[in-house]
């Protein structure tokens, strides 16, 4: 007699994990000093406001015990300025709180879990080349030992019993021919330029889309400096103009009032790229708009918002000719999906040879990741 037994999912009463009201409500504050661009009076404004919608407080730890504890664990800090009370010459001094760089370190490391949270750090933190040699990195092979390699690499079990096979157990003797060496691998190095848009349009129709950008620099550069510690990555922000920023910045990063100038900030991650001695190089670019603006020699700039502009659009496909040449490959993340600048991208991306992903903001970090695994693999291994 079969018996059929029906399976399906049990479901039970969710159990919130036991926190402190600390860490309840620093969880929360993590993701508003994202939001706010390290704005701690904006931050606390809001979480106030959730405060009174959700009661996350009560009288016996309020949001007032919430900053005394952020700044007693150094979380944040008070700023102190001079100023001039009732023009009476009174010298007064006020205080601004402003986020430590222990914090700084925490939101990156939040970034990270939140986009990445399924990967572990790594002791070695280096990429594999497939390439054997002399390296630093196992590979379960053994191979005949060869004159300049060093003693510490002779597998002594494995030389051992070559002796026993070639010369009988009752009569020990170990030869030169007897020794093998594990072999490795070379590693290898990965430098990569990060840019970020920060022209208006990065906030434009009610869509937040900078913040989303900024936790990705922020995951990354913690995934590189944790996990690949001898990898290298540079960020830039490109407007009008382009300029680096040191990782430190990247939660008061802002959007300004500017058009987008793809062309000096693919110029300036070149620059970025040809000072490092690694072979394996590339530029990550996270955009959301057309290309609009170029300087000229003179100094002045040339604009246009409408439509693609052929003069722009050029010189934006002679940058990737460029970086193709210099082995440099490019991989766009498009957070748009307007057919024109589709176009564009996929013309641009044929130039350099590289890559193009057309997403919106959900999932961009995920993307990045897997980007950046797979082309670590495929250019130290090529």
């Known amino acids: 007699m079969t018996i059929n037994r029906r399976k399906g999912i049990r479901f039970s009463t969710y159990i919130a994990p036991d926190q402190s009201p600390f860490e309840k409500l620093f969880d929360i504050f993590k993701e508003l000093i994202t939001h706010t661009s390290g704005d701690v009076d904006e931050a606390l404004d809001w979480l106030r406001e959730l405060d009174k919608e959700y009661s996350l407080?009560?009288?016996?730890?309020?949001?007032?015990d919430f900053i005394e504890d952020l700044k007693a664990k150094g979380y944040l800090r008070e700023e102190f300025k001079i100023g001039d009370k009732d023009g009476a010459g009174e010298g007064t001094s006020e205080a601004d709180l402003a986020i430590t760089a222990k914090m700084e370190r925490v939101i990156r490391k939040a970034a990270l879990d939140q986009i990445f949270g399924k990967i572990k750090r790594s002791g070695s933190g280096d990429h594999k080349t497939g390439k054997p040699g002399r390296g630093d990195e196992h590979t379960g092979e053994y191979r005949e030992y060869r004159f300049g390699d060093s003693l510490e690499r002779i597998s002594i079990t494995e030389s051992l019993k070559n002796a026993q096979i070639n010369h009988g157990i009752g009569n020990f003797n170990l030869s030169e021919e007897d020794l093998v060496v594990e072999d490795t691998q070379f590693k290898a190095q990965m430098s990569t330029v990060l840019m970020i848009d920060i022209s208006h349009s990065m906030i434009l129709y009610g869509e937040d889309?900078?913040?989303?950008?900024?936790?990705?620099?922020?995951?990354?550069?913690?995934?590189?400096?944790?996990?690949?510690?001898k990898d290298t990555l540079d960020i830039l922000v490109f407007g009008n103009d382009a300029w680096p920023i040191p990782i430190k910045e990247l939660p008061y990063l802002r959007v300004g009032p500017y058009h987008t100038n793809t062309v000096a900030g693919l110029q300036l991650a070149m620059d970025m790229l040809r000072r490092k001695r690694n072979t394996n190089k590339q530029i990550f670019m996270i955009t959301d708009g057309k290309p609009s603006c170029i300087r000229l020699p003179d100094g002045t700039y040339y604009k246009n918002s409408v439509g693609l502009d052929d003069y722009i659009v050029e010189k934006c496909y002679n940058m990737a000719r460029q970086a193709r040449k210099l082995h440099i490959p490019i991989t766009t993340f498009m957070i748009a999906k307007d057919p024109y600048l589709t176009q564009f991208v996929r013309h641009f991306t044929e130039a350099n040879k590289g890559k193009a992903f057309f997403t919106g903001i959900k999932g961009l970090g995920e993307m990045i990741f897997e980007d950046y695994e797979q082309n670590r693999r495929k250019r130290l291994k090529g």
């Open 57 to 64: 407080t009560d009288e016996n730890y309020t949001i007032e």
């Open 209 to 229: 889309r900078i913040t989303p950008a900024k936790k990705v620099a922020m995951a990354l550069a913690e995934l590189i400096t944790t996990r690949y510690p």
